[in-house]
């Protein structure tokens, strides 16, 4: 419907003869508009938009599905989330990068808080004490959990943090090559690919052994002067827990630096940190502590490092100090290693990260503490163990890799995988991740992640499906 | 006279959560372990034992929720009141997206689950690809970068990829100097030299200067538009011809398109790439600092560089034993899948398909406001843009004295005589129960403010802002003082800044004193 005056049609133009859509986000009425458009002196909202050539000017509405009130929004995307199988509906065996763990009622509640979501970043931090501190927090209990000295307020996942941290690496050493371990999350591992493509960085991988391990032997032999980093995952994409002594020694030899990547970090909980093995940069997911699954993201990376390379770090760091009137506070600090200050020469152009999925990882790993890090991380051990042992005894099955294991392991199965997983979606369970999908070398190997949320009814029935079709 | 909308009020004070810790008490509450227990020793080697994370704290779940609580009440927010950012559009977050994002269909699914089992997902995805590209004029639009910024490093990368397929990947990127830093930091990320092009006496890309730069060793432009002036460019056709005829591409950074909805489109401007801002634009939250998302826009001759997989739809014949659930009618149904095969693809920028959780509330914005909604969106952001400036202009610098789009720019050139900068107005806005605007950006005004209401703010809010800025402007000159030792009336007053950038501390270690407040 076009008017003479405008092109398209202005909701100011309309009256009583086409109703105006009213909408409960936009306060101001026609009413107001006209107010307004009076006080700035011009007859319509059109001449506010003259500037723009009239031959890239839209002549008609946008082509979307009309407005959905409230309720007709929440029939139709319900009903679009019910095409969906999720972890409350499926017995889900999937781990890979993404972990189901419980968590505790209050994380949503407090999270969920106005002055928490609908924050913007702390750059006015008189007005921003409870994201600060929050932030500050944050950084703390990554160092505890990974043994290193600082760490930053985020980073956007995992896969990214490993990128930037092998970017980082660059920066310290101007090394050309990053070896990478084929153990490491086959996504973590591509995205480091996109990112180093055309920055004349080389990426070399290097096998595991038939332990399930890096190879330790080809590995030193890959290690030389062009190393910039070996970066290795803990415990590894197959659940397997690396040498990282002898990993972190065979890098350093070389003066290569030493990068470890957590995709599963409530296995911290129970083994030891990166840190205590001389890791130069430790890196990780942190969806698994305290953040929903939602199909792949929003996450969160976190991303710690030695105090001496602290102004090599990307991202954005919460520092203590004080007010005029001597009162504790917090700030954004160091900014001159970021975009708004430094610009091309910033260390990284991160600016949005995952605030408030760091802050729910703050808050659940406050409320598990130390004692409930530990005691989760132990039942997800023995689960899995258990899991393990009763699926090993299973006749035509057997596990790959006989290096110890956190809460996921790889199984090789007598059939094609499609008709196992057929036969669990059948009895509501997805079972694990088809690992010939990355590997052509392990074809028909499954890989199962079992944490503290599968009851041992639903291992045991996992068990007797397989053995059914085995 | 009308009171402030910022008042004194008790709030509480909260130390760190560590050192609230006590032994022994405990917040989390777990099943016990139903499996049989293995000798752990058996299980994991002792050099790899670890025996606590020390320093963790133990507190009660009462202690937990009460640390937070305050904590929260420290923070300003949308929720809150009024936040004219510039660039940053702090628009209202609608709460019916939350409770659609955290339907258990959307938050418990796993990335990895089968792909019958993920049509609500795909399909999401795929329809909320659809509605960018009609709102916007591009062609495909990738929607796997995390924030802004990860698009325009996602977008460079294609370009780049387009460029090294057509034989030469080129050395340059020109940004005008108006740019947002992330802007020329991306273009580093990608290898690129960045040309800084100095902007006209308008606060716009002069089209001359651009062909003295413009030549076959520079990839790209990347321009905002409108730009961060909250001027469109109205040379912009120009521009974008002098770019291709040399065989560049533009690039568009989207976080100004508040101002363009359902009026003008980036693809129809010759936009090749263009990145979206879904916490901006599309109202999902900002939490402090993130999630976001940056959905990148690419016209059909940059779509096979895209990032993998892309969420696409294929009809399935009846009872083909997938697609989307049971079927009233016959006949062939869509069945939405994700697309790994794409052999000119730049690989992936992140692991799994990007800010889902994100995708969903972005969706439901678009859903629930529709053309003629998104339309009333850019036309009233506009007006309220327009309206501040108008009303404050007698009192405030304005550097480029026209109409504005959806912000405007002051700067703190009137004050400045009486030694009163924008960083005191900014602090003095707080006692006034606002957040400041966005202060020292863009780089070109010399103590700029940069004020964008968005289209959710009422007249009277609008009112009540611009009665703080006059009431400041009177200070400025009646009571300097007062502006330069403000704020008064937060929980802190101004912090050191220069001591926590000279003396780090970054985390709080064990067997420090508790500090005073």
Redesign the interface.
Same mark, same amino acid.
């Given at each position: 419907m076009n008017d003479e005056r405008g092109i398209?049609?202005?909701?100011?133009i309309h009256n009583s003869a086409c109703p105006i %859509?009213h909408?409960r !986000?936009? /306060?101001?009425t026609a009413r107001?508009?006209q107010?307004?458009?009076k006080? =700035?002196?011009?007859p319509s909202?059109e001449?506010?938009?003259?500037?723009?050539?009239r031959?890239?000017?839209?002549q008609r509405?946008?082509?979307?599905?009309?407005?959905?009130s409230?309720k007709e929004?929440?029939e139709?995307?319900?009903a679009?989330?019910?095409?969906?199988?999720?972890?409350?509906?499926?017995t889900?065996f999937?781990g890979?990068?993404?972990y189901?763990h419980?968590i505790?009622s209050?994380v949503?509640?407090?999270i969920?808080?106005?002055? %928490?979501?609908?924050? !913007?970043? /702390?750059y006015?931090?008189?007005?921003?004490?409870?994201?600060l501190?929050? =932030?500050?927090?944050y950084?703390?209990?990554i160092?505890?959990?990974t043994n290193m000295e600082?760490?930053n307020?985020?980073m956007?996942?995992?896969?990214?943090s490993v990128a930037e941290a092998a970017?980082m690496a660059h920066r310290l050493n101007e090394r050309p090559e990053m070896i990478v371990s084929t153990a490491v999350?086959p996504?973590?591992r591509?995205?480091l690919?996109?990112?180093v493509?055309?920055?004349?960085i080389a990426v070399r991988e290097v096998g595991f052994t038939e332990r399930g391990g890096t190879d330790l032997a080809v590995c030193r032999s890959m290690v030389n002067e062009a190393t910039g980093a070996v970066i290795v995952q803990y415990p590894n994409f197959f659940g397997c827990?690396e040498d990282l002594?002898a990993l972190s020694r065979l890098a350093h030899e070389k003066g290569a630096l030493f990068i470890v990547a957590v995709a599963e970090p409530i296995a911290?909980?129970?083994?030891?940190?990166p840190g205590d093995f001389g890791a130069d940069i430790v890196v990780g997911e942190g969806q698994a502590m305290g953040n929903?699954?939602?199909?792949?993201?929003?996450?969160?990376g976190f991303f710690a490092t030695r105090q001496e390379y602290?102004r090599k770090m990307p991202g954005?760091?919460?520092?203590?100090?004080?007010?005029?009137?001597?009162?504790?506070?917090?700030?954004l600090?160091?900014?001159?290693r970021?975009?708004?200050?430094?610009?091309?020469?910033?260390t990284?152009?991160?600016?949005?990260?995952?605030?408030?999925?760091a802050?729910a990882t703050t808050?659940y790993?406050?409320?598990?503490?130390?004692?409930?890090?530990?005691?989760?991380a132990?039942?997800n051990?023995?689960?899995a163990?258990?899991a393990k042992e009763a699926i090993g005894r299973l006749k035509g099955y057997h596990l790959v890799f006989n290096s110890?294991t956190f809460n996921e392991f790889v199984v090789k199965a007598p059939r094609p995988l499609s008709r196992i997983?057929q036969a669990l979606?059948e009895n509501q369970m997805?079972g694990g991740?088809d690992l010939g999908r990355f590997y052509p070398e392990l074809e028909n190997c499954l890989l199962l992640c079992v944490t503290?949320n599968h009851?041992?009814g639903q291992?045991d029935k996992l068990v007797e499906v397989l053995t059914l079709k085995g | 006279m009308k009171k402030a909308v910022g008042t004194q009020g008790l709030v509480y004070n909260e130390d760190l959560i560590f050192e609230k810790s006590v032994e022994g008490r405990k917040a989390y509450s777990l099943p016990a372990l139903d499996v049989p227990e293995a000798d752990i020793q058996r299980l994991v080697p002792e050099e790899y034992l670890r025996e606590e994370v020390s320093g963790f704290p133990e507190v009660s779940e009462v202690e937990v929720v009460r640390h937070f609580v305050r904590l929260s009440q420290w923070n300003y927010a949308i929720d809150v009141g009024f936040y004219p950012l510039g660039s940053c559009t702090m628009k209202y977050n609608p709460k019916i997206n939350e409770d659609i994002a955290r339907l258990p269909g959307f938050a418990h699914a796993h990335p990895y689950q089968p792909e019958a089992l993920s049509q609500g997902a795909i399909r999401l995805m795929y329809e909320l690809e659809k509605c960018l590209c009609e709102i916007s004029g591009m062609d495909r639009v990738s929607l796997q970068p995390a924030a802004g910024a990860h698009g325009e490093l996602t977008g460079l990368m294609m370009i780049r990829a387009y460029l090294t397929a057509q034989g030469n990947p080129r050395k340059k990127v020109i940004i005008p100097d108006s740019a947002h830093g992330t802007n020329p930091a991306s273009s580093t990320l990608c290898g690129y030299e960045v040309i800084s092009l100095k902007s006209n006496d308008r606060g716009c890309i002069d089209p001359q200067a651009l062909r003295e730069n413009m030549n076959r060793e520079v990839a790209a432009i990347m321009l905002t538009n409108p730009n961060t002036l909250g001027l469109f460019e109205e040379n912009i056709l120009e521009i974008a011809r002098i770019v291709h005829d040399q065989g560049g591409l533009v690039y568009c950074d989207g976080a100004n398109l508040n101002a363009l909805l359902g009026i003008v489109r980036p693809g129809d401007m010759g936009i090749d790439v263009l990145h979206f801002n879904l916490h901006k634009t599309f109202s999902t939250p900002h939490g402090g600092g993130g999630p976001g998302s940056g959905p990148v826009g690419v016209k059909s001759h940059l779509a096979p560089f895209m990032p993998i997989p892309t969420p696409e739809c294929r009809l399935e014949a009846e009872d083909s034993g997938q697609g989307a659930g049971p079927s009233p009618a016959p006949g062939p149904r869509p069945y939405y899948y994700l697309d790994y095969n794409r052999p000119q693809s730049i690989g992936k920028v992140r692991a799994f398909y990007g800010n889902f959780g994100m995708m969903v509330r972005a969706y439901s914005y678009i859903r629930s406001l529709g053309a003629e909604g998104l339309r009333q969106v850019s036309e009233t952001a506009v007006i309220n843009a327009n309206y501040i400036l108008s009303r404050l202009r007698d009192v405030y610098h304005v550097p480029y004295d026209r109409h504005c789009k959806h912000e405007c720019v002051l700067s703190d050139k009137f004050q400045l005589k009486n030694d009163v900068k924008t960083l005191d107005i900014a602090k003095r806005l707080m006692d006034y129960g606002f957040h400041p605007p966005t202060i020292y950006f863009p780089l070109i005004v010399p103590g700029a403010l940069m004020i964008e209401p968005t289209e959710t703010e009422s007249k009277e809010t609008l009112d009540e802002f611009i009665q703080a800025m006059r009431a400041i402007a009177r200070e400025a000159q009646e009571e300097p003082e007062t502006v330069r030792s403000a704020p008064h009336l937060p929980k802190v007053r101004r912090l050191d800044e220069t001591m926590a950038a000279r003396k780090p501390k970054l985390r709080w270690e064990k067997g420090e004193e508790k500090n005073a407040r």
């Amino acid at each position: 419907m076009n008017d003479e005056r405008g092109i398209g049609s202005s909701f100011l133009i309309h009256n009583s003869a086409c109703p105006i %859509f009213h909408m409960r !986000y936009i /306060p101001n009425t026609a009413r107001d508009c006209q107010a307004m458009l009076k006080t =700035i002196g011009v007859p319509s909202v059109e001449e506010l938009f003259a500037d723009i050539p009239r031959s890239i000017r839209l002549q008609r509405k946008l082509n979307l599905p009309p407005a959905l009130s409230e309720k007709e929004l929440i029939e139709e995307l319900k009903a679009l989330s019910a095409l969906n199988a999720q972890v409350q509906e499926y017995t889900s065996f999937l781990g890979a990068g993404a972990y189901h763990h419980f968590i505790p009622s209050l994380v949503l509640h407090l999270i969920s808080r106005s002055e %928490f979501y609908t924050a !913007y970043t /702390p750059y006015q931090p008189e007005i921003s004490q409870g994201t600060l501190q929050a =932030i500050f927090e944050y950084q703390t209990l990554i160092c505890q959990l990974t043994n290193m000295e600082v760490a930053n307020a985020s980073m956007y996942d995992g896969s990214t943090s490993v990128a930037e941290a092998a970017l980082m690496a660059h920066r310290l050493n101007e090394r050309p090559e990053m070896i990478v371990s084929t153990a490491v999350h086959p996504e973590y591992r591509a995205v480091l690919k996109t990112y180093v493509n055309h920055l004349g960085i080389a990426v070399r991988e290097v096998g595991f052994t038939e332990r399930g391990g890096t190879d330790l032997a080809v590995c030193r032999s890959m290690v030389n002067e062009a190393t910039g980093a070996v970066i290795v995952q803990y415990p590894n994409f197959f659940g397997c827990i690396e040498d990282l002594a002898a990993l972190s020694r065979l890098a350093h030899e070389k003066g290569a630096l030493f990068i470890v990547a957590v995709a599963e970090p409530i296995a911290l909980g129970v083994l030891k940190a990166p840190g205590d093995f001389g890791a130069d940069i430790v890196v990780g997911e942190g969806q698994a502590m305290g953040n929903a699954l939602n199909f792949g993201g929003p996450y969160v990376g976190f991303f710690a490092t030695r105090q001496e390379y602290l102004r090599k770090m990307p991202g954005r760091l919460a520092g203590e100090t004080t007010d005029l009137e001597g009162r504790r506070g917090y700030v954004l600090t160091l900014s001159t290693r970021e975009q708004h200050i430094r610009r091309e020469k910033a260390t990284s152009n991160i600016c949005t990260n995952q605030a408030l999925c760091a802050l729910a990882t703050t808050i659940y790993l406050c409320t598990l503490g130390k004692q409930g890090i530990r005691e989760v991380a132990l039942q997800n051990l023995q689960k899995a163990h258990y899991a393990k042992e009763a699926i090993g005894r299973l006749k035509g099955y057997h596990l790959v890799f006989n290096s110890p294991t956190f809460n996921e392991f790889v199984v090789k199965a007598p059939r094609p995988l499609s008709r196992i997983n057929q036969a669990l979606l059948e009895n509501q369970m997805i079972g694990g991740l088809d690992l010939g999908r990355f590997y052509p070398e392990l074809e028909n190997c499954l890989l199962l992640c079992v944490t503290e949320n599968h009851s041992r009814g639903q291992i045991d029935k996992l068990v007797e499906v397989l053995t059914l079709k085995g | 006279m009308k009171k402030a909308v910022g008042t004194q009020g008790l709030v509480y004070n909260e130390d760190l959560i560590f050192e609230k810790s006590v032994e022994g008490r405990k917040a989390y509450s777990l099943p016990a372990l139903d499996v049989p227990e293995a000798d752990i020793q058996r299980l994991v080697p002792e050099e790899y034992l670890r025996e606590e994370v020390s320093g963790f704290p133990e507190v009660s779940e009462v202690e937990v929720v009460r640390h937070f609580v305050r904590l929260s009440q420290w923070n300003y927010a949308i929720d809150v009141g009024f936040y004219p950012l510039g660039s940053c559009t702090m628009k209202y977050n609608p709460k019916i997206n939350e409770d659609i994002a955290r339907l258990p269909g959307f938050a418990h699914a796993h990335p990895y689950q089968p792909e019958a089992l993920s049509q609500g997902a795909i399909r999401l995805m795929y329809e909320l690809e659809k509605c960018l590209c009609e709102i916007s004029g591009m062609d495909r639009v990738s929607l796997q970068p995390a924030a802004g910024a990860h698009g325009e490093l996602t977008g460079l990368m294609m370009i780049r990829a387009y460029l090294t397929a057509q034989g030469n990947p080129r050395k340059k990127v020109i940004i005008p100097d108006s740019a947002h830093g992330t802007n020329p930091a991306s273009s580093t990320l990608c290898g690129y030299e960045v040309i800084s092009l100095k902007s006209n006496d308008r606060g716009c890309i002069d089209p001359q200067a651009l062909r003295e730069n413009m030549n076959r060793e520079v990839a790209a432009i990347m321009l905002t538009n409108p730009n961060t002036l909250g001027l469109f460019e109205e040379n912009i056709l120009e521009i974008a011809r002098i770019v291709h005829d040399q065989g560049g591409l533009v690039y568009c950074d989207g976080a100004n398109l508040n101002a363009l909805l359902g009026i003008v489109r980036p693809g129809d401007m010759g936009i090749d790439v263009l990145h979206f801002n879904l916490h901006k634009t599309f109202s999902t939250p900002h939490g402090g600092g993130g999630p976001g998302s940056g959905p990148v826009g690419v016209k059909s001759h940059l779509a096979p560089f895209m990032p993998i997989p892309t969420p696409e739809c294929r009809l399935e014949a009846e009872d083909s034993g997938q697609g989307a659930g049971p079927s009233p009618a016959p006949g062939p149904r869509p069945y939405y899948y994700l697309d790994y095969n794409r052999p000119q693809s730049i690989g992936k920028v992140r692991a799994f398909y990007g800010n889902f959780g994100m995708m969903v509330r972005a969706y439901s914005y678009i859903r629930s406001l529709g053309a003629e909604g998104l339309r009333q969106v850019s036309e009233t952001a506009v007006i309220n843009a327009n309206y501040i400036l108008s009303r404050l202009r007698d009192v405030y610098h304005v550097p480029y004295d026209r109409h504005c789009k959806h912000e405007c720019v002051l700067s703190d050139k009137f004050q400045l005589k009486n030694d009163v900068k924008t960083l005191d107005i900014a602090k003095r806005l707080m006692d006034y129960g606002f957040h400041p605007p966005t202060i020292y950006f863009p780089l070109i005004v010399p103590g700029a403010l940069m004020i964008e209401p968005t289209e959710t703010e009422s007249k009277e809010t609008l009112d009540e802002f611009i009665q703080a800025m006059r009431a400041i402007a009177r200070e400025a000159q009646e009571e300097p003082e007062t502006v330069r030792s403000a704020p008064h009336l937060p929980k802190v007053r101004r912090l050191d800044e220069t001591m926590a950038a000279r003396k780090p501390k970054l985390r709080w270690e064990k067997g420090e004193e508790k500090n005073a407040r």
